[in-house]
T-cell receptor, first 116, second 112 residues
Framework: AQTVTQSQPEMSVQEAETVTLSCTYD???????LFWYKQPPSRQMILVIR??????QNATENRFSVNFQKAAKSFSLKISDSQLGDAAMYFCAYRNLNTGFQKLVFGTGTRLLVSP | SAVISQKPSRDICQRGTSLTIQCQVDSQVTMMFWYRQQPGQSLTLIAT?????????ESGFVIDKFPISRPNLTFSTLTVSNMSPEDSSIYLC?????????FGQGTRLTVV
C-alpha cells in the first residue's frame, strides 16, 4: 500500500522569507500524481500545486514550487516570499494512475506558522 | 473547477442521534467522495458515492454507521448514525475533475 509521510508537524517562517515543507512517499508504481493541499482555518482544502511523476521538470505556481526527486521518492514544497495568508495546514497527497479509481492518500500534515 | 456547497458548516449533536450532511456540486460529476478528518489528523476516505449504485466503503467504515445517498449527479448526503463522541470530526465532501480533487468547506461535528 502507498504511504505518504510528512515528518514536520509544524514549521515557522517570517514574512518575506522562504520555507520548505518535506514530504516522502512509498510506492512501487511508476505513474502517479503528487499534490500539495492547503487547509486554512476555514477548513476548505485548496490545491496548491500538482506534479505528474512522468515529468522531470518541477512544477511551479507563482510563489510555490516543488522539488520532486522521483528516485528518492521525495516531494518537498518551497514557499517563497511567505505571506501571512500562507499560514495553514499543508497536506501532501499521492494518487497512482492505474486503471480504475485510485484514491488520494494524504500525509499527516504540516502546520505552517507565519510571523510578521 | 467545481464549486461545492456543503451544509451544515458545523453542528453540536447529542450522542445517540444522527446527523445528515449535504453536498451540492455546481456541475454533474460521476463520483463524489466523503472524507473524515479527526481532530489534528489527516483526511481519511470514508466512501465513494456513485449515482445509481451503492456507495463503496473503505476498510473500517460501514453502511449502517455512515449511510450515503446519491440521488443525482450533483448531490449527495452522508449520515452519521448513532453518534458517539468519537465521531467528533470534520467531514468533507469532494469531487474530482480530471486530475485534481475539489473539496467542500467541511462540516465540523461535535458530539456531546
Amino acid at each position: 500500500a502507498q504511504t505518504v509521510t510528512q515528518s514536520q508537524p509544524e514549521m515557522s517562517v517570517q514574512e518575506a522569507e522562504t520555507v520548505t515543507l518535506s514530504c516522502t512517499y512509498d510506492t512501487s508504481e511508476s505513474d502517479y500524481y503528487l499534490f500539495w493541499y492547503k487547509q486554512p482555518p476555514s477548513r476548505q482544502m485548496i490545491l496548491v500545486i500538482r506534479q505528474e511523476a512522468y515529468k522531470q521538470q518541477n512544477a511551479t505556481e507563482n510563489r510555490f514550487s516543488v522539488n520532486f526527486q522521483k528516485a528518492a521518492k521525495s516531494f518537498s514544497l518551497k514557499i517563497s516570499d511567505s505571506q501571512l495568508g500562507d499560514a495553514a495546514m499543508y497536506f501532501c497527497a499521492y494518487r497512482n494512475l492505474n486503471t480504475g479509481f485510485q484514491k488520494l492518500v494524504f500525509g499527516t500534515g504540516t502546520r505552517l506558522l507565519v510571523s510578521p | 473547477s467545481a464549486v461545492i456547497s456543503q451544509k451544515p458548516s458545523r453542528d453540536i449533536c447529542q450522542r445517540g442521534t444522527s446527523l445528515t450532511i449535504q453536498c451540492q456540486v455546481d456541475s454533474q460529476v460521476t463520483m463524489m467522495f466523503w472524507y473524515r478528518q479527526q481532530p489534528g489528523q489527516s483526511l481519511t476516505l470514508i466512501a465513494t458515492a456513485n449515482q445509481g449504485s451503492e456507495a463503496t466503503y473503505e476498510s473500517g467504515f460501514v453502511i449502517d454507521k455512515f449511510p450515503i445517498s446519491r440521488p443525482n449527479l450533483t448531490f449527495s448526503t452522508l449520515t452519521v448514525s448513532n453518534m458517539s463522541p468519537e465521531d467528533s470530526s470534520i467531514y468533507l465532501c469532494s469531487v474530482e475533475d480530471f486530475d485534481r480533487a475539489f473539496f467542500g468547506q467541511g462540516t465540523r461535528l461535535t458530539v456531546v
